[in-house]
């Protein structure tokens, strides 16, 4: 094997007013670690937004609404760059409880969490979220939950757009408004779920867990090209890389934004290489995989891709 060293690292230099995409492309120009990774997943990302052939996949995991992630999610869907979004049950939970305008608060990791069980606050990591937000989220999605049609069936992804339609803002209300589905295959795993089961004690509606696989497969049959944005892993990355599975077609893009290792053999470390060796992506599929906390990454991929395609004019 033949090394070459035909483009050197370039030292950054950071400047007053730098915007996010000069920060990216320097970035790039170092080239070096994640950093470099970034650069890499805007230049993917960006070719994949700008693809008109190409569905758009998003996955998202982790508890990104809590950390205040969720506008992002829902100004992308707004912009047309979401035509699918997968997520966790937790994560529309949270976008629920904000959208009916209860708030997650800004706390701390290092305290006392017996003292906060006895103040009724629950914790993730370094935001509070109090149990009177979810007494607000109980009233609310019962409520909801009893407009649905007696004796009828419905999917999970029909399920959240009716949610979505009683909401104003958040990921579910633009969902619903720009006719985006929204897939969570494990609805179970969060409040939105066991809301759903204290409401079927007493009702007769059916959430069908295999009712949403027509339409998403047909969708997957039906694209030319298909691009995804994994936040995190999980369920959601799982779930939106095998819906290829039953098709001759693969990912064409794929970037994942994931703080996991891959050597744990852990679904949200594994690698998108990985998922080459199971025809999930193609095999010339352009992907790219950044370590480090998405509170970070996703935030600094969209500004610098979003600026790249609405350059500003001063």
């Not at 290489?273 to 010339?284: H, L, N």
Request: charged residues 15%; aromatic residues 8%.
């Amino acid at each position: 094997m033949t090394h070459q060293c035909d483009e050197p690292v370039t030292q950054m230099h950071l400047k007053p007013a730098m915007t996010v995409g000069e920060l990216v492309n320097a970035m790039g120009k170092a080239g070096a670690y994640n950093g470099g990774s970034l650069y890499h997943a805007a230049e993917i990302y960006e070719q994949m937004l700008r693809d008109k052939d190409t569905t758009k996949f998003f996955g998202l995991a982790g508890a990104m609404v809590p950390a205040g992630m969720g506008g992002i999610v829902s100004d992308l869907i707004k912009d047309g760059h979401i035509n699918i979004l997968v997520s966790t049950g937790a994560n529309l939970t949270h976008d629920i409880i904000e959208a009916i305008g209860c708030h997650h608060f800004h706390g701390t990791a290092f305290c006392n969490d017996i003292e906060l069980r006895h103040d009724e606050i629950n914790r993730i990591y370094d935001v509070y979220l109090p149990n009177e937000a979810f007494e607000h989220f109980e009233t609310f999605m019962q409520g909801v939950y009893g407009e649905l049609e007696p004796g009828s069936k419905v999917s999970i992804s029909g399920l959240l757009r009716h949610i979505g339609l009683h909401l104003k803002t958040g990921i579910l209300a633009t969902a619903a408004q720009k006719g985006i589905p929204v897939y969570c295959p494990a609805v179970q795993d969060s409040m939105v779920g066991l809301q759903y089961w204290l409401f079927s004690q007493t009702n007769t509606v059916t959430v069908d867990a295999f009712a949403d696989m027509p339409a998403l497969l047909d969708i997957c049959f039906a694209t030319k090209k298909a691009g995804a944005l994994l936040v995190g892993g999980g369920v959601p990355k799982n779930f939106i890389l095998q819906s290829m599975l039953m098709t001759p077609n693969g990912f064409n893009y794929a970037i994942q934004l994931t703080g996991d290792r891959p050597d744990l053999g852990g679904l949200s470390g594994a690698t998108l290489d990985e998922a080459r060796s199971w025809g999930k992506i193609t095999e010339d599929a352009k992907a790219v995989t950044v370590y480090g906390d998405a509170t970070i990454t996703l935030p600094v991929l969209v500004a610098a891709v979003m600026e790249r395609l609405e350059p500003c004019l001063t």
